[in-house]
């Protein structure tokens, strides 16, 4: 089965004229919880020279590397990690990444008593004079990506039937930006390890970016589905916050990884979530969970029924508690260290 492909170009140029889109964004998110989006605008110099910049960073050696390692980055959450340091249920990712997030400064109030909030961490370019330009394009895409999510979130409001700004007057309108950038090294023949295994993502919506390597799985209704590589779209999914706040209407769609080929395999992805402060109480957007009798009622997540057996309803606190938790949970030797 392949994953539904939704035109924004016309929604982004003219929403109030485009009453297609909302619609199509909520059968996508009630069926599958992805779909590819295309159109988006975003300058595909910006992706290649991310893409680019970041092959040339992964592919120095590790003491290199390390100098910008995430414990160096303290609370701020910023910085590379080697292959096998994040872990799914236990069990290390066959990845290595980049974290990067919001530039804020230490003086900034945000970061006030906040993890994952700070300035990023970049090479030397005096040393590493390849990676000349790394900070201003990680900063420029995570603008370009923050504006294109703001969009996605007003068409997933008046798909759900309410208010263009439903989702940012409950915890969107300052929203956390996080970006990672990783790298799948080939994995061996018939190997029984997975890039990275069954997961969720914790926020709103992811917006990844892949190479023409394949690899990327999704579990919607039809079981496990291959998302075809389309290097010029983004692929859009729902994280555990979108499924909360709707009441289970939508669904936080679990997804995988496994590097097919014997090359390594690049992707961006960019995470848009709620306020850090936000109360998970007031995210509710008094939603009923969905009733499309073609689809059935959409379940509302018990534990049980989740890849790693805990409901995202259950959860008390802010967003930012439940995204510490997780993290705490995929980093669990970096977040005794870093974060207490």
Known sequence: MELPVIDVSAWLQAPDVDVALPAAIDAACREHGFFHVTGH??????????????????????????????RHGGRAWRGWFPVGREQTLGRPDQKEGLYFGAELGPEDPRCAGRALHGPNQFPDVERYPALEGLRATVLAYLDALARLGEALCRGISLGLGLPADALARRGVADPTLLLRVFRYPALAPNSDAWSVAEHTDYGLLTLLAQDDTGGLEVHTRAGWTAVAPRPADFVCNLGDMLERMTGGRYLSTPHRVRNPSRRERISTAFFFDPAFDAPLSGLDLGLDPGLDPELGAAPVGEASERWDGRSVHAFEGTYGDYLVDKVRRVFPDLARDVLG
């Open 41 to 70: 605008g975003i300058d595909p110099e910006l992706v290649a020279r991310l893409d680019g910049l970041s092959r040339r960073f992964f592919a120095l050696p590790a003491e290199h590397k390390a100098e910008i390692d995430m």
